[in-house]
T-cell receptor, first 112, second 111 residues
Framework: EAQVTQNPRYLITVTGKKLTVTCSQN?????MSWYRQDPGLGLRQIYY???????DKGDVPEGYKVSRKEKRNFPLILESPSPNQTSLYFC???FGTGVEAFFGQGTRLTVV | EDKVVQSPLSLVVHEGDTVTLNCSYE??????LLWYKQEKKAPTFLFML????IEKKSGRLSSILDKKELFSILNITATQTGDSAVYLC???????????FGQGTRLTINP
Protein backbone atom coordinates (compact mmCIF):
# COMPACT_ATOMS: atom_id res chain seq x y z
CA GLU A 1 0.00 0.00 0.00
CA ALA A 2 1.33 3.42 -0.98
CA GLN A 3 1.81 5.46 2.14
CA VAL A 4 3.72 8.05 4.12
CA THR A 5 4.52 6.90 7.65
CA GLN A 6 5.32 9.25 10.50
CA ASN A 7 6.42 8.39 14.01
CA PRO A 8 5.57 9.02 16.73
CA ARG A 9 1.88 9.94 16.39
CA TYR A 10 1.84 11.74 19.73
CA LEU A 11 4.70 13.25 21.70
CA ILE A 12 4.90 15.30 24.86
CA THR A 13 8.31 16.68 25.69
CA VAL A 14 9.99 19.37 27.77
CA THR A 15 11.56 22.58 26.57
CA GLY A 16 15.09 22.08 25.28
CA LYS A 17 15.08 18.31 24.94
CA LYS A 18 16.11 17.37 21.41
CA LEU A 19 13.68 15.25 19.45
CA THR A 20 13.28 13.70 16.02
CA VAL A 21 10.09 12.93 14.13
CA THR A 22 10.64 10.31 11.47
CA CYS A 23 8.99 10.19 8.05
CA SER A 24 9.21 7.47 5.46
CA GLN A 25 7.48 7.02 2.08
CA ASN A 26 7.28 3.94 -0.12
CA UNK A 27 6.26 5.59 -3.39
CA UNK A 28 9.76 6.44 -4.64
CA UNK A 29 8.85 10.14 -4.61
CA UNK A 30 11.65 12.63 -5.06
CA UNK A 31 9.85 15.49 -3.33
CA MET A 32 9.16 15.57 0.39
CA SER A 33 8.01 18.31 2.76
CA TRP A 34 7.22 19.04 6.36
CA TYR A 35 4.22 21.17 7.34
CA ARG A 36 2.84 22.35 10.63
CA GLN A 37 -0.84 22.97 11.18
CA ASP A 38 -2.07 25.50 13.72
CA PRO A 39 -5.65 26.70 14.35
CA GLY A 40 -6.58 29.61 12.11
CA LEU A 41 -3.30 29.43 10.20
CA GLY A 42 -3.76 26.36 8.05
CA LEU A 43 -0.80 24.27 6.97
CA ARG A 44 2.51 26.05 6.61
CA GLN A 45 5.61 24.55 5.04
CA ILE A 46 8.65 24.16 7.31
CA TYR A 47 11.25 22.53 5.05
CA TYR A 48 11.26 20.65 1.81
CA UNK A 49 13.53 18.38 -0.17
CA UNK A 50 13.72 17.85 -3.92
CA UNK A 51 16.07 14.89 -3.77
CA UNK A 52 18.68 13.14 -1.67
CA UNK A 53 20.98 15.69 0.00
CA UNK A 54 18.91 18.58 -1.44
CA UNK A 55 16.87 20.47 1.15
CA ASP A 56 15.65 24.03 1.52
CA LYS A 57 13.68 26.25 3.88
CA GLY A 58 9.96 26.70 3.62
CA ASP A 59 7.94 29.50 5.19
CA VAL A 60 8.54 28.74 8.88
CA PRO A 61 11.96 27.02 9.23
CA GLU A 62 13.17 28.63 12.48
CA GLY A 63 13.92 26.07 15.18
CA TYR A 64 13.86 23.06 12.85
CA LYS A 65 16.37 20.99 10.93
CA VAL A 66 15.94 18.25 8.35
CA SER A 67 18.10 15.76 6.51
CA ARG A 68 17.62 13.64 3.42
CA LYS A 69 20.26 10.92 3.33
CA GLU A 70 18.01 8.39 1.64
CA LYS A 71 15.21 8.95 -0.84
CA ARG A 72 12.53 7.36 1.31
CA ASN A 73 13.31 9.09 4.63
CA PHE A 74 12.98 12.73 5.66
CA PRO A 75 13.28 13.22 9.44
CA LEU A 76 12.38 16.48 11.19
CA ILE A 77 14.69 17.49 14.00
CA LEU A 78 13.96 19.92 16.80
CA GLU A 79 17.30 20.58 18.48
CA SER A 80 15.89 22.66 21.34
CA PRO A 81 12.09 22.56 21.30
CA SER A 82 10.13 25.47 22.71
CA PRO A 83 6.43 25.77 23.63
CA ASN A 84 5.67 27.73 20.43
CA GLN A 85 6.52 24.58 18.49
CA THR A 86 3.54 22.83 19.99
CA SER A 87 1.59 21.92 16.88
CA LEU A 88 0.33 19.19 14.55
CA TYR A 89 3.04 18.16 12.11
CA PHE A 90 2.63 16.52 8.72
CA CYS A 91 5.12 14.96 6.40
CA UNK A 92 4.17 14.86 2.72
CA UNK A 93 5.64 13.47 -0.47
CA UNK A 94 4.90 13.97 -4.16
CA PHE A 95 6.25 12.99 -7.54
CA GLY A 96 6.54 16.55 -8.77
CA THR A 97 6.06 20.23 -7.99
CA GLY A 98 2.65 21.82 -7.68
CA VAL A 99 0.87 18.48 -7.78
CA GLU A 100 -0.93 16.17 -5.41
CA ALA A 101 0.93 15.53 -2.19
CA PHE A 102 0.41 12.44 -0.05
CA PHE A 103 0.35 13.12 3.67
CA GLY A 104 1.41 11.10 6.67
CA GLN A 105 -0.94 10.52 9.61
CA GLY A 106 0.41 13.48 11.53
CA THR A 107 2.36 13.93 14.76
CA ARG A 108 0.77 15.83 17.61
CA LEU A 109 3.66 17.49 19.48
CA THR A 110 3.29 19.23 22.82
CA VAL A 111 6.26 21.07 24.32
CA VAL A 112 5.87 22.01 27.99
CA GLU B 1 2.96 37.05 -1.04
CA ASP B 2 1.10 33.92 -2.11
CA LYS B 3 -2.31 33.61 -0.49
CA VAL B 4 -5.28 31.24 -0.51
CA VAL B 5 -8.53 32.25 1.20
CA GLN B 6 -11.43 29.92 1.87
CA SER B 7 -15.00 30.76 2.74
CA PRO B 8 -16.97 30.16 4.76
CA LEU B 9 -14.68 29.12 7.60
CA SER B 10 -17.46 27.07 9.14
CA LEU B 11 -20.72 25.67 7.81
CA VAL B 12 -23.45 23.60 9.44
CA VAL B 13 -26.14 21.99 7.30
CA HIS B 14 -28.62 19.14 7.45
CA GLU B 15 -28.14 15.78 5.85
CA GLY B 16 -29.32 15.88 2.25
CA ASP B 17 -28.48 19.53 1.69
CA THR B 18 -26.16 20.71 -1.08
CA VAL B 19 -23.15 22.81 -0.08
CA THR B 20 -20.70 24.99 -1.98
CA LEU B 21 -17.28 25.75 -0.56
CA ASN B 22 -15.26 28.63 -1.96
CA CYS B 23 -11.56 29.13 -2.51
CA SER B 24 -9.85 32.21 -3.93
CA TYR B 25 -6.14 32.38 -4.61
CA GLU B 26 -3.30 34.71 -5.40
CA UNK B 27 -0.38 32.48 -6.29
CA UNK B 28 2.58 33.43 -8.45
CA UNK B 29 3.58 30.85 -11.06
CA UNK B 30 0.30 29.08 -10.46
CA UNK B 31 0.19 25.49 -11.58
CA UNK B 32 -2.78 23.83 -9.91
CA LEU B 33 -5.56 24.12 -7.37
CA LEU B 34 -6.00 21.16 -5.05
CA TRP B 35 -8.77 20.14 -2.69
CA TYR B 36 -8.26 17.91 0.33
CA LYS B 37 -10.58 16.46 2.96
CA GLN B 38 -9.28 16.30 6.53
CA GLU B 39 -11.27 14.20 8.97
CA LYS B 40 -9.26 13.11 11.96
CA LYS B 41 -5.68 13.66 10.97
CA ALA B 42 -4.11 13.34 7.53
CA PRO B 43 -5.52 15.37 4.64
CA THR B 44 -6.73 13.07 1.89
CA PHE B 45 -6.65 14.17 -1.73
CA LEU B 46 -9.90 14.97 -3.53
CA PHE B 47 -9.18 16.89 -6.74
CA MET B 48 -6.46 18.63 -8.65
CA LEU B 49 -7.55 21.29 -11.14
CA UNK B 50 -5.31 22.86 -13.72
CA UNK B 51 -7.66 24.04 -16.47
CA UNK B 52 -10.41 26.61 -16.28
CA UNK B 53 -14.01 25.57 -16.73
CA ILE B 54 -13.50 21.82 -16.69
CA GLU B 55 -15.50 20.20 -13.92
CA LYS B 56 -14.04 17.28 -12.04
CA LYS B 57 -16.45 14.86 -10.40
CA SER B 58 -16.20 12.05 -7.94
CA GLY B 59 -19.52 10.70 -6.80
CA ARG B 60 -21.40 13.48 -5.03
CA LEU B 61 -18.40 15.81 -5.05
CA SER B 62 -17.47 18.09 -7.89
CA SER B 63 -15.11 21.00 -8.37
CA ILE B 64 -14.31 23.63 -10.96
CA LEU B 65 -11.61 26.23 -11.44
CA ASP B 66 -11.83 29.76 -12.84
CA LYS B 67 -8.31 30.95 -13.67
CA LYS B 68 -9.51 34.34 -14.85
CA GLU B 69 -11.27 35.20 -11.58
CA LEU B 70 -8.77 33.16 -9.51
CA PHE B 71 -11.18 30.98 -7.62
CA SER B 72 -12.46 27.47 -7.28
CA ILE B 73 -15.56 25.91 -5.77
CA LEU B 74 -16.18 22.50 -4.28
CA ASN B 75 -19.76 21.24 -4.42
CA ILE B 76 -21.16 18.41 -2.37
CA THR B 77 -24.68 17.25 -3.20
CA ALA B 78 -26.98 15.11 -1.04
CA THR B 79 -24.65 15.53 1.94
CA GLN B 80 -24.19 12.72 4.44
CA THR B 81 -22.89 12.77 8.00
CA GLY B 82 -19.70 11.16 6.70
CA ASP B 83 -18.99 14.34 4.75
CA SER B 84 -18.35 16.17 8.02
CA ALA B 85 -14.72 17.26 7.89
CA VAL B 86 -12.41 20.18 7.30
CA TYR B 87 -11.99 20.85 3.57
CA LEU B 88 -8.68 22.35 2.55
CA CYS B 89 -7.88 24.21 -0.61
CA UNK B 90 -4.27 24.64 -1.76
CA UNK B 91 -2.46 26.38 -4.59
CA UNK B 92 0.34 24.50 -6.31
CA UNK B 93 3.28 26.47 -7.62
CA UNK B 94 5.10 25.66 -10.84
CA UNK B 95 8.69 24.68 -10.13
CA UNK B 96 8.34 24.99 -6.35
CA UNK B 97 7.98 22.17 -3.90
CA UNK B 98 5.26 23.88 -1.94
CA UNK B 99 1.50 23.96 -1.60
CA UNK B 100 -0.04 27.17 -0.27
CA PHE B 101 -2.99 26.23 1.92
CA GLY B 102 -6.07 28.14 2.90
CA GLN B 103 -7.39 28.09 6.46
CA GLY B 104 -9.90 25.38 5.70
CA THR B 105 -13.69 25.18 5.88
CA ARG B 106 -15.12 23.14 8.75
CA LEU B 107 -18.25 21.42 7.42
CA THR B 108 -20.67 19.80 9.85
CA ILE B 109 -23.55 17.69 8.58
CA ASN B 110 -26.34 17.15 11.09
CA PRO B 111 -28.63 14.13 10.73
Amino acid sequence: EAQVTQNPRYLITVTGKKLTVTCSQNMNHEYMSWYRQDPGLGLRQIYYSMNVEVTDKGDVPEGYKVSRKEKRNFPLILESPSPNQTSLYFCASSFGTGVEAFFGQGTRLTVV
Amino acid sequence: EDKVVQSPLSLVVHEGDTVTLNCSYEVTNFRSLLWYKQEKKAPTFLFMLTSSGIEKKSGRLSSILDKKELFSILNITATQTGDSAVYLCAGGIQGAQKLVFGQGTRLTINP
